[in-house]
């Protein structure tokens, strides 16, 4: 198993730059970050680009990948964004992985002026997103005039560094999700089961993530894909299990979800005062002790 870190953007550069590298120190396999222009409780605080952000990232690390978690259609368009990431792609050298999701009806839904679309919509527009992305990435030159998203002659030169492209992590839990991931994911991405209570526990939340696992392999056999070689990837802070609490609890969680089939186990830089509050010096040892122990799962 995999041990990650998400990096919230909320620090000015002359900090993040010093957050960005411990990650590397650290030894963690990829430093994410959100792709939101907000975010919930952070609405009214600072919140930096995802872009620049990991374009300066990329710059101060030598070692560790660098991702979205996750970008959507809700503020993100195909073309441009194709651009930045090849960009990001060639400033790491070939170090990215662009996470890709639905979205909600939060605060990116609305910001633009518009009204939030409906579930189906936002599942549309992945989907197209996804497929237009696809090519971009994939051919100098393209024209596409299908779904919602437009290109007429779009260049994407000189390309990837990564071959045939950055790899897609695509969060879906439903159905469509799958099946898109299916076809274009380089690896799968989950919160758990949100539906589950408040007083769910983590035995309850391993069997939802062990469900989903499932259906993410139904659908590659569907598509014709080995399930194998689609990289499973659990963000932690949104199940019952408390992660950040000790080393020990660390450890404990991802064997538990290790036997459900997640491959990669990803879990937030503290931030003090907020839902992702933790001792910095047990996220440190999770990095040092705790993956160590947790590789060969």
């Not at 393209?142 to 790899?167: D, F, K, L, N």
């Not at 990669?264 to 992702?276: L, M, S």
Request: net charge negative; glycine share 10%.
């Amino acid at each position: 198993m995999r041990v990650s870190t998400v990096i919230l953007p909320v620090y000015p550069w002359r900090e993040a730059r010093e957050v960005w590298r411990e990650a590397d120190d650290l030894g963690f396999h990829t430093a994410y970050t959100y792709d939101h222009l907000s975010w919930r409780t952070f609405r009214d605080g600072p919140w930096f680009g995802t872009v620049p952000t990991l374009a300066a990232a990329a710059v101060v690390t030598d070692r560790v990948r660098l991702g979205t978690l996750v970008t959507s259609p809700n503020f993100r368009e195909p073309v441009t964004f194709a651009k930045d990431v090849m960009t990001l792609d060639d400033v790491s050298g070939g170090r990215v992985t662009v996470g890709l999701g639905a979205g909600t009806t939060g605060f990116d839904a609305s910001v633009l002026g518009g009204e939030p679309w409906s579930a189906r919509e936002r599942a549309d527009r992945l989907r197209d997103f996804t497929v237009l992305l696809d090519r971009l990435l994939t051919e100098p030159a393209v024209t596409h005039e299908e779904g919602h998203y437009r290109a007429r002659e779009a260049r994407t030169i000189p390309g990837s560094v990564q071959t045939p492209r950055v790899p897609f992590a695509i969060a879906a839990t439903g159905p469509r999700g799958l099946r898109l991931t299916a076809r274009f994911g380089q690896a799968w991405v989950t919160t758990g089961d949100g539906r589950l209570g408040d007083d769910a526990t983590p035995a309850q939340s391993r069997a939802a993530v062990r469900a989903q696992v499932e259906r993410l392999e139904a659908a590659c056999d569907d598509a014709g894909r080995d399930p194998s070689g689609v990289e499973r990837v659990l963000l932690t802070g949104f199940t019952p299990d408390r992660a950040l609490e000790s080393v020990d609890a660390f450890v404990e969680t991802a064997a538990g979800y290790a036997e459900v089939g997640i491959t990669e186990i990803v879990v937030h830089r503290p931030i003090p005062g907020t839902q992702f509050e933790g001792e910095q010096s047990v996220f440190e040892r999770i990095a040092t002790e705790g993956a160590p122990q947790v590789a060969g799962l």
